[in-house]
Every structure is written in structure tokens, then in C-alpha cells.
């Protein structure tokens, strides 16, 4: 059981390393998603949208964490 | 037929990917045979392995049965989320913000976790050290499917992604038999980032894709959101580089 356990939390660990990167992520996804399949905007721009916010919730995640490392010290 | 240009990416892919989780599981490995004698940690390999093929095998008909934009989509969004799990941690690693990995260090910890267990070490055959053995091997290994499923699947490119990643086990073992110490001189970090890149721009690309999204260019759009991933990512290690040995404890 602990063993069976602790593969289900390094598969988890695998993709939710990062709580907000991963939300964020899935977030982005959706809003393209949506937007997309509805007929919102034209594919390209909802794909755009997907690889751009991709990279916003990138950076977001990256300064957070260096600003948090900043106030630690 | 595959052409080399096509199986090219997956199988460098696969390749680079699996040789940062192979030396990871080689040092546990190497840890639970040295000081727990070397039929356990092979036993728990074996048995790791016998899991691992058991998934492979069980997973390769079922996904032959999901729609082709419904795999693209769920294996993109998975790439995603670890791909730039990965990135991330590569970026705050090589900026100083996170220690880097050291093989050395996972060795000496696993080495000292075994030093202190209370069950003695019998001759012959040891459970703790096979135990760890199979948990490493399957995890680490779990990850090494995913990678060959997330860049072979939506292809058809699974024989040549398997490829890639049977290579990275060959490389490490064979080097590993031969120096018979945790493999420190590999520039895991650097990989990580490479791979991380990698797996985000395959992550774009084939969620777009199940998306219904048609790029412009087709597959060489994975190219264009490799290179871009790859110029913020190092902009983003220059924009919070920290000095050396500021890295958090």
C-alpha cells in the first residue's frame, strides 16, 4: 500500500509540481479551448492565445518564485 | 516508412529525457546494491522493469482506440504540465533561486537512509535495498514512459521514441558498470532545461492540434515555440539570477 502510495504522489508530483503553473496551464488551455471551439476567434488567433499565455503563466510562475526567494532571505 | 527527419525530434527527445530520469534511477539503484548487497537491488530493478513493460503493454492497444484530436489534446495538455514543470524548475535552478541536483548528494542521502535502517543486512538476498531499487525504477521509469508516449503517440513515432529512451538506458548502464559511481558529471540541469523546452513546444503543438487549431507551417511550428520557449527561458534565468551560493538551503 505505501508503495502504491508513493507512486500516486510521484505521478501527481510529475504533472502538479507547481500548484499555480499547473492551474494557470490548465486555465489557458480552457480559455483557448473554449474560445476556439466556439467560434469566438479565428483558430489561429485562439492559437496565439494558447502559446502566449503558456508563456505568461511561464513567467509569472518564475518571478513569484524569485520574488518569494528574495523575501526569505 | 518513417523518415529520419520525422523520427529525428522523438527519438532525440526520448533520448535526452530519459537520460536525466535513467541517472536518477542509477544512483538509488547504485546506493541499495552497494550497501545492501547487489541480488536485491537486482531483483527490485527486474521487477521495476517487469511493471514498467506490464504499463507499456497494457497502455499501447488502449490508446490505439482513442480518437487521434482527443489524444493529441490530452497528451498536449500533459506535456504542458510537464514540460513546464520541468522548464521551471530548470530556470530557478539555473539562476541560483533552487540548489542544483547532485547525484553525489542523492547518493550520499540514499547511502546514509540505508546506513540507518534497523532491518540487518542479510547475506545474500535484502529486501530494503530491493525495495528501493523498484520504487526508483518505476518511478523514474513511469516518467520515461510518459515521455515516449507523450512524443511518439500523436505520430506514430512510439518505436522510434522507444528507441531514443532504451538508447539513454544503455548509455548509463554501460557507463555506469564501467566508473561504478553515481554519474555527478552529467549536466542534468542543462538537459532538464533542453528537455523542458522540448516538451513545452511539443505541449503547444499538439494541444493546438487537438484543439482543431491547423498551424501555419505544420511541424516545423515546433521549432518556432521551441526557440521562443528556449530565448524566455534563458531571459527569464538572467532576470533573477542570483549570485553564487545564494541558491535556498
Known amino acids: ?7 500516486g504522489g510521484g505521478l501527481l508530483k510529475m504533472f502538479v509540481a507547481d500548484g499555480w503553473l499547473a492551474a494557470g496551464v490548465v486555465a489557458v488551455v480552457s480559455v483557448a479551448g473554449i474560445l476556439t471551439r466556439s467560434g469566438g476567434v479565428p483558430p489561429l488567433i485562439g492559437g496565439a492565445i494558447l502559446f502566449l499565455g503558456c508563456i505568461a503563466v511561464l513567467v509569472a510562475s518564475v518571478a513569484l518564485a524569485g520574488r518569494q526567494h528574495r523575501r526569505d532571505r | 516508412m518513417i523518415s529520419l527527419t520525422t523520427a529525428a525530434p522523438a527519438v532525440s527527445a526520448a533520448f535526452v529525457a530519459s537520460l536525466v530520469e535513467v541517472v536518477e534511477a542509477f544512483t538509488i539503484v547504485l546506493a541499495a546494491g552497494t550497501l545492501r548487497g547487489w541480488r536485491g537491488a537486482i531483483a527490485g530493478t527486474a521487477a521495476g522493469l517487469v511493471v514498467l513493460a506490464s504499463i507499456v503493454v497494457a497502455l499501447g492497444p488502449l490508446l490505439e482506440q482513442v480518437p487521434l484530436h482527443l489524444l493529441q489534446l490530452v497528451i498536449g495538455v500533459l506535456l504542458l504540465l510537464f514540460g513546464m514543470g520541468w522548464l521551471r524548475k530548470a530556470v530557478l535552478r539555473a539562476a541560483g533561486i533552487v540548489p542544483l541536483h547532485d547525484e553525489n548528494a542523492a547518493f550520499a542521502a540514499k547511502t546514509a537512509a540505508l546506513s540507518d535502517a534497523t532491518t540487518p543486512l542479510r547475506s545474500g538476498y535484502d529486501w530494503l535495498g530491493g525495495v528501493m531499487a523498484f520504487k526508483a525504477v518505476l518511478l523514474e521509469g513511469l516518467e520515461v514512459v510518459f515521455i515516449v508516449i507523450a512524443v511518439g503517440a500523436g505520430r506514430g513515432l512510439l518505436l522510434p521514441a522507444s528507441v531514443g529512451a532504451l538508447a539513454a538506458c544503455v548509455v548509463v548502464l ?12 552529467v549536466p542534468e540541469n542543462t538537459l532538464k532545461f533542453a ?45 533573477i539570477r542570483q549570485p553564487p551560493g545564494a541558491a535556498a538551503r
Open chain 1, 1 to 7: 500500500m505505501n508503495i502504491l502510495r508513493e507512486v
Open chain 2, 174 to 185: 554501460a557507463i555506469g558498470a564501467i566508473v561504478h559511481r553515481p554519474l555527478a558529471r
Open chain 2, 195 to 239: 528537455v523542458g523546452v522540448i516538451l513545452c513546444a511539443f505541449g503547444v503543438f499538439w494541444t493546438g492540434e487537438g484543439l482543431g487549431i491547423a498551424w501555419p507551417g505544420a511541424d516545423l511550428m515546433i521549432l518556432l515555440f521551441g526557440a521562443l520557449f528556449l530565448i524566455v527561458g534563458l531571459g527569464a534565468v538572467a532576470a
